[in-house]
């Protein structure tokens, strides 16, 4: 066998080795076409696995949401990037300069326009709020004729042939509305009455001022309001004015109230406010001195003040005043103040306020605190409505326009215009939702909601301010005054235009118009300021102190209706912000009810929010409502909010209910009067009121409310009354050290930032709008009734709101501490997260879902939280919030949250902050998008963060300035500089800002619950009362 | 086989022989169950079946379904957990603190009080799981597991994750210890099957015993192991209601943020314990006619436990209103004021009632040793613990530092439907507990019966 060399090959190539044979030799198939070794038994069973389990997936249907992006990126829009636009807020008579921000097209804050000098920056809560209504579901998607869907060339055409037969026949035309501060649409009505000549304007507002107009024309002979400086005044005295919340500029003058209520170690100065009021109202409870009085004593008390001046001014006395406590105190204090002193009254009668006009003038206050610059926020004419009602009713009218008006449900005589409109034969409504009115009106020309229009208001003479869209309409709208362009036969309609050749033509004074215009719409505001009227008073103050004697008589019960500072005169009772915002006395939400003092109400049992439904008869009308129990309340008198019992609002608004108390203000001498005798019962049907807050005394916790009055505060070297001290073993003298210096860690630092914020309890008025800012910038879930019944409102920043009680020191006792005091001493706390540095929220979680930030903040990580609620328990604030439902895509809270469960409504939130899911804690995060945007902003400029850069939107909200919020670590910082805060040294014995703790020495300063060693990151400033230290309730 | 004292009582009586103890003992698991115990399964299940719907209901919903609120963010959940966990002391209290004294009496009622531990701490366990809000995450996030978020850790610092470890530790360990004791019982009823020519039931106990022979070397170890495990558990008992305690003690709550909580919370914890294991072996005594291994002697023993630790507890009690007087504190004052006399009294007041002033009546010899007096007895001590884990966690929150945030707790149908699940439970599992395993502890009872010799010599001198 050796011998066989037989070779077998398998090719020439095998024999001749050659190479490219060589290479393949290992190959079955040599150089076969390549094998695909991709496919192996292995990717067949991968392949298998997953095409079922996509088959699997893809039969679980999964929500399709279509995410459409921009074709061609319009200008100006950055994904992620917020665009601002200044703009103005009109509602009827109301106005705020605006700054609104936008998102990716939408607007999702509305923010204060500090370039305004009418509203200074300062917002409200329905100013706020308004950012909601423009997502409302029940807005009007398109006209409607007939109550039906129509277009608007349909609704047009319709509308010109009708008002073009009533025109030819005679008929009288009606326009009716609020009180309108657009100059250009003023200019627009008369383009409009320059068509129809026997259309007629007629003017109304809800909270009517028509009894001022009155009385100043009687007394300087033009019926106008004056500017008011509640800045200027040492002594104030206001009858029955609840200039905070429903005066004449509501905003201006609490920005001006605080400023005179501010106190610091320069300015050891403050006012003093005397209040006489009947419902415990939002001014009254920032009062020195409040009495109670009946509604119909208001014009005998302002008489009686009358006499006490007019005794040292010199004049003669007029009529029969009655004496009040604290009367005459008011009467020195004015007079010894003179030139610095204001008094107002909230009655709505010529006469009252014609007495007023008197005091004020014998005080000198004309040119000094009540300034001759009109304002145009209510020029409603009370009369002018009545007879246009009664022109209705008579079927005088052919034809009426509401313009953005809704007097059937809010205009004390509705329900009579409700009857007549049955014989006007053109009902023309143009309000962006059907409202009560609406509903009745055959045609409805829906308007834009503000933010989509433009538009321009003139507050106060001279004083413009303009409105931009800051989204083009959501639905198919239209400005109501190119509406009423088109009816009118005009060719030129383009409402924006009009109004750029308007104040081009009114206000351009020559240069490049364009950079001009852009300015004004950059600063949405233009001022010139005119010469003040000078006002000279020459009132018959007799004759109006004997009308009041004539037109008030005390009946057993009396009642006020009045404008709450929630849903305020209802107009926006469908914006769930302001239904689930506390009001800001009673703290109810949710609900209407009645206001009675603790005596009248029996055996109500005042904590408790189970109540008694009441039987009220007013003005011939019967209703019942629930009972609150008020302390403050006036004895024998009832407080019934308006702005409420709406009939066609939408949901929100409906499912409130209540009863619609424009129904019973009657006309007395010529104006609404919003009080008058009543009947009241308490029945035997029980009612659960929603409240936020059940227990409303601060047991005189002074490590929670520190006050003092101003001689106190003045005296050289004032200190706090209540220092918590902690006794120690060590060998100083007393062995007390200050809670903050125990700690078990030393030496902790903040390298960066330091965040802190300081509250000053003095200024905070209790207004609420930081409430709502917060809601609205931080995506807050808004649960509804039943659930704040069941004590889960979601509110981060929630104002705590204290009554003193009538205990005393020497005869201290927890069960009397725990009631408030008849006429109880009022207090706001505006409490949020303290961001704690030692927060013991922090320790207690199990998953680390609460932790501390480097910068001081106290964070949530939603993610990782599993819902124990052992932080929240442990929070000594009580600030944590609990989301125990899932409140977003969740048909339960539709109502009550549509900005989570309406597409519309989910168009506010805002994108920079989750929303938050079911089981997680949630709390206020110091705006940590706003602080983080800030650093972003200076990091990409390469430059460190400017102290005022960063704001957060409770602080941007106040419009007192009560709320300030920076960097501790930067000693220039105005937080810093206000608190006075001092390092602290560290192990080297070297003061080092960066160091944890901080020392604030602003006397003023303290920290709640500082002795539990929590070292809070907020700083509260004591509030100080301008009364003498006997007066001063001090629980 | 033991050396009887003269001086002491038997413990068992009824001069049972080593026979009969297998035989009373496991009979009850060969023989049918009877009617009543149907009838109390049927009610056991009816019940855990709707306390389950409530449970299906919350995790459905949210927690949101129980009357909790912002100030009050634990009621029957915690105190529905504390309450069983405290009853779920004496099992091991029992068979690990009293084997360590010698205390043979234990033998007879070990076994069943073992049983209702673990019940009871699977029950406690139901609610931390249930009161969170999103469950599904948090079963596993409270463990310390790695991770892929890097280095992410459950808080050490957390009470909560202390109580996780503790009550995780004392579960394993009592299951384990139970789980031991029953093997050469187990056997016994192996081979009681076997001789009866009951096939499956031989197999199932051959394999639950793990084929226990009883070879003296493996009794030897069986021994040492309850040793062991005796000693391990010792501490469980004491740590496993501190770390409770402290989830209250180390926050900064008034009427939390107490030192004195860990004895306090044990005593309580042991008290209630007995209680419970009172109650239920009162029923078992009767319904399984096991005079004569659970004597009076036995109850009366027990009650005397009852005494002493429903003493410590008033103490502390007393000891709480003194501290929140003494220390001046006004939040710590205020809290107590409002427990004594607040909208929440009546609770307070009939925790003092059940847990203070009934457990005296046991100083009297007739109450203690009367098989009623102490049932019922037994029920209001249980009933005045659950209140005083109420009156700690409720009324401590809805009053605490900030009056503006004040409110009032009520349960819904959720709370009551939640506690009535671990109630359901708790008696189906002890019934199929009570038929299936045996009650009492034969191996460890057959060393106290009597030696034969012994009770001639009784017999003669009679």
Redesign the interface.
């Known amino acids: 066998m050796e011998e066989s060399k037989k070779i077998y090959w398998k090719g020439l190539e095998q024999l001749t080795n050659d190479s490219e044979f060589v290479k393949h030799a290992d190959n079955e198939f040599g150089q076969a076409p390549e094998e695909n070794t991709g496919h192996s038994r292995r990717d067949f069973l991968r392949m298998m696995g997953f095409g079922m389990s996509a088959v699997a997936l893809a039969a679980c249907e999964a929500p399709i949401r279509k995410a459409i992006p921009y074709v061609n990126k319009p200008m100006d829009v950055d994904p992620s990037i917020a665009n601002y636009y200044a703009s103005t807020y009109t509602n009827g008579g109301d106005y705020c300069s605006i700054v609104v921000k936008v998102r990716e097209g939408r607007p999702i804050k509305v923010d204060g326009n500090s370039l305004s000098s009418v509203t200074k920056g300062g917002t409200s809560a329905q100013v706020e709020a308004s950012v909601l209504s423009l997502y409302d579901n029940s807005r009007l998607r398109a006209p409607k004729a007939f109550n039906s869907k129509t277009t608007w060339e349909n609704l047009d055409k319709i509308i010109i042939d009708k008002l073009g037969s009533v025109a030819t026949s005679g008929g009288k035309i009606a326009i009716v509305s609020n009180t309108i501060l657009s100059p250009s649409t003023k200019a627009t009505i008369d383009k409009f009455k320059a068509k129809y000549p026997s259309a007629q304007h007629v003017v109304y507002d809800q909270v009517s001022a028509y009894g001022i107009l009155k009385a100043n024309e009687e007394s300087f002979g033009t019926a106008m309001i004056p500017s008011y400086d509640f800045s200027k005044a040492n002594v104030i005295v206001s009858i029955a004015s609840d200039f905070l919340t429903s005066g004449v500029s509501p905003i201006e003058a609490t920005k001006q109230y605080a400023q005179g209520r501010e106190v610091g170690e320069d300015k050891k100065e403050m006012s003093r406010h005397y209040q006489f009021e009947t419902i415990l109202s939002l001014t009254g409870a920032n009062a020195d001195y409040r009495t109670m009085i009946r509604p119909s004593e208001e014009g005998a008390v302002g008489v009686e003040l009358y006499n006490l001046i007019a005794a040292k001014a010199g004049r003669a006395s007029v009529g029969k005043g009655k004496s009040v406590t604290y009367l005459e105190d008011a009467a020195n204090d004015l007079w010894a103040s003179r030139g610095k002193a204001l008094v107002v009254a909230g009655s709505n009668d010529k006469a009252v306020q014609v007495v007023v006009n008197g005091i004020n003038d014998m005080l000198g206050s004309y040119g000094t605190t009540i300034l001759g610059t009109p304002v145009n926020f209510r020029q409603g004419n009370d009369e002018a409505m009545a007879n246009f009602i009664k022109d209705a009713e008579a079927g005088n009218v052919a034809a009426v326009i509401f313009y953005n008006c809704n007097p059937v449900y809010d205009h004390p005589m509705g329900a009579n215009l409700a009857e007549g409109l049955k014989k006007v034969g053109v009902k023309i409504s143009t309000a962006y939702k059907e409202d009560e009115t609406g509903t009745l009106a055959d045609f409805i020309a829906p308007d834009h909601h503000y933010l989509e229009a433009w538009n321009d208001a003139e507050p106060k003479k001279g004083y413009y301010s303009i409105a931009q869209p800051a989204i083009s309409p959501i639905f198919k709208s239209r400005a109501a005054q190119e509406s009423l362009l088109v009816w009118a036969g005009e060719t030129n309609v383009d409402y924006f235009e009009i109004l750029k050749n308007n104040w081009k033509s009114w206000f351009f004074t020559g240069g490049n118009f364009q950079a001009w215009w852009d300015k004004c719409l950059y600063d949405g505001v233009l001022e010139k300021p005119g010469a003040e009227v000078a006002l000279s008073f020459a009132g018959n103050v007799s004759a109006a102190a004997d009308s009041i004697a004539v037109n008030y008589k005390a009946s057993e019960w009396e009642f006020v209706a009045y404008e709450n500072g929630t849903v305020g005169n209802g107009s926006q009772a469908n914006n769930p912000l302001l239904q689930e915002l506390p009001d800001p006395i009673t703290k109810a939400v949710w609900d209407h009810y009645v206001t009675v003092s603790a005596k009248d109400a029996g055996d109500l049992d005042f904590r408790e929010a189970k109540t008694l439904y009441a039987n009220l008869k007013i003005n011939g009308k019967e209703v019942k409502l629930p009972i609150l129990v008020q302390p403050g309340q006036a004895p024998r008198t009832i407080g019934i909010p308006l702005g409420y019992g709406r009939t066609k609002a939408g949901k929100v608004a409906e499912t409130v209910g209540g009863a619609n108390a424009y129904g019973f203000v009657t006309m007395v001498n010529g104006s609404l009067s919003f009080s008058g005798a009543a009947d009241f019962k308490a029945s035997e049907e029980t009612y659960q009121i929603a409240t936020t807050q059940t227990h409303h005394t601060y047991m005189g916790r002074q490590t929670v409310i520190q006050e003092t009055v101003l001689s106190e505060f003045q005296q050289k070297d004032w200190q706090r009354e209540y220092q918590p001290a902690v006794s120690t073993w060590s060998d100083q003298e007393d062995h007390k050290v200050k809670p903050g210096e125990l700690s078990m860690w030393k030496g902790h630092h903040y390298n960066n930032h330091h965040w802190g914020m300081a509250i000053d309890l003095n200024t905070c008025t209790g207004c609420a709008a930081c409430v709502v800012a917060c809601n609205v910038e931080n995506n807050v879930s808004l649960v509804g009734r039943e659930e704040v019944i069941n004590r889960r409102e979601m509110h981060w920043l929630r104002i705590d709101r204290y009554y003193s009680s009538a205990v005393q020191p020497e005869s201290w006792s927890w069960k009397q501490a725990e009631a408030a005091a008849e006429n109880p001493e009022v207090v706001f706390q505006p409490m949020l997260c303290q961001h704690c540095n030692n927060a013991p929220c922090e320790t207690v979680c199990p998953v680390a879902a609460t932790t501390h930030s480097t910068e001081g903040l106290n964070q949530m990580a939603y993610n990782r939280c599993i819902g124990t609620r052992y932080c929240a328990n442990n929070c000594p604030y009580k600030v944590r919030r609990f989301n125990w439902f899932k409140y977003h895509d969740n048909q339960q809270f539709a109502t009550s949250n549509p900005a989570m469960n309406t597409d519309l409504g989910k168009m506010v939130l805002n994108p920079d902050v989750t929303v938050r899911s079911r089981g997680v804690m949630e709390k206020c995060s110091f705006c940590v998008q706003r602080i983080q945007n800030g650093k972003l902003g200076a990091k990409k400029e390469r430059r460190p963060l400017q102290d005022g850069e960063v704001v957060t939107a409770c602080q941007a909200a106040c419009s007192t300035g009560a709320i300030v919020f920076g960097d501790i670590n930067n000693p220039d910082s105005k937080i810093s500089k206000l608190l006075k805060i001092r390092p602290t040294k560290n192990k080297d014995d070297k003061e080092d800002i960066t160091l944890v703790d901080k020392i604030a020495d602003n006397p003023r300063a303290y920290q709640v619950l500082e002795e539990i060693g929590v070292k809070p990151n907020i700083w509260y400033l004591a509030k100080v009362r301008n009364k003498s230290k006997v007066e001063a309730q001090v629980n | 086989m033991q050396v009887a004292s003269s001086l002491r009582e038997a413990l068992i009586t009824g001069g049972k022989t080593v026979k009969d103890v297998s035989h009373d003992i496991s009979r009850h698991v060969e023989n049918k169950p009877t009617k009543l115990w149907w009838a109390a399964m049927a009610v056991s299940v009816a019940v855990m079946a709707y306390g389950f719907y409530c449970l299906c209901y919350l995790l459905w919903?949210?927690?949101?379904v129980w009357?909790?609120?912002?100030?009050v963010?634990?009621a029957w959940d915690i105190t529905n957990f504390v309450w069983w966990v405290g009853i779920g002391h004496a099992g091991t209290l029992i068979s690990a603190i009293l084997l360590l004294f010698r205390q043979r009496w234990r033998m007879s009622i070990n076994r069943a009080a073992e049983a209702m531990t673990i019940f009871a701490v699977i029950c406690a366990a139901t609610f931390?799981f249930a009161?969170?809000?999103?469950?599904w995450?948090?079963f596993y996030?409270?463990f310390p597991l790695p991770n892929t978020w890097g280095s992410?850790?459950?808080?050490f610092?957390?009470?909560?994750?202390w109580d996780?470890f503790a009550i995780s530790t004392y579960f394993t360990v009592s299951l384990v210890f139970w789980y031991m004791g029953l093997i050469p019982d187990f056997a016994v009823i192996r081979d009681r099957a076997v001789v009866q020519g009951a096939k499956i039931r031989a197999q199932v106990y051959n394999a639950l015993s793990f084929g226990w022979q009883g070879g003296a070397k493996t009794w030897m170890r069986y021994e040492s192991v309850a040793l062991i495990l005796a000693g391990l558990s010792t501490p469980l008992v004491l740590s496993v209601h501190t770390i409770v305690s402290m989830?209250f003690a180390?926050?900064?709550?008034p009427g939390w943020h107490t030192t004195i909580f860990p004895p306090y919370f044990v005593a309580g914890a042991i008290f209630s314990g007995f209680a419970m294991v009172l109650t239920l072996l009162l029923i078992t005594r009767k319904v399984f006619k096991l005079e004569d291994y659970i004597t009076i002697y036995h109850i009366e023993l027990m009650n005397i436990i009852i005494i002493i630790t429903g003493s410590i507890v008033g103490i502390a009690y007393i000891t709480e209103l003194f501290i929140a007087w003494y220390s001046g504190v006004?939040?710590e004052g205020?809290a107590f004021?409002?427990r004594v006399?607040g909208p929440f009294a009546w609770s307070y007041w009939s925790m003092m009632t059940c847990n203070v002033i009934s457990p005296q009546l046991f100083w009297i010899k007739k109450i203690r040793t009367s098989l009623v007096a102490t049932f019922v007895l037994s029920i209001i001590v249980n009933i005045g613990m659950w209140f005083e884990r109420f009156v700690i966690i409720v009324t401590s929150?809805h009053?605490?530092?900030?009056?503006?945030?004040?409110?009032?707790f009520s349960p819904t149908m959720y709370d009551i439907g939640e506690y009535l699940f671990t109630f359901g439970f708790f008696f189906t599992a002890f019934l199929l507990f009570a038929k299936f395993f045996p009650v009492i502890n034969m191996a460890e009872v057959k060393s106290i019966v009597k030696v034969s010799s012994l009770e001639k010599k009784e017999n003669a001198s009679h």
């Open positions: 919903e949210g927690v949101g009357g909790l609120n912002k100030t963010g634990w931390p009161h969170m809000g999103r469950l995450l948090g996030w409270v992410l850790w459950a808080n610092n957390s009470p909560l994750l996780v989830d180390t926050s900064v709550i006004e939040y205020y004021y409002n006399s929150l009053r605490d530092y900030i009056p503006s945030s004040w409110t009032m």
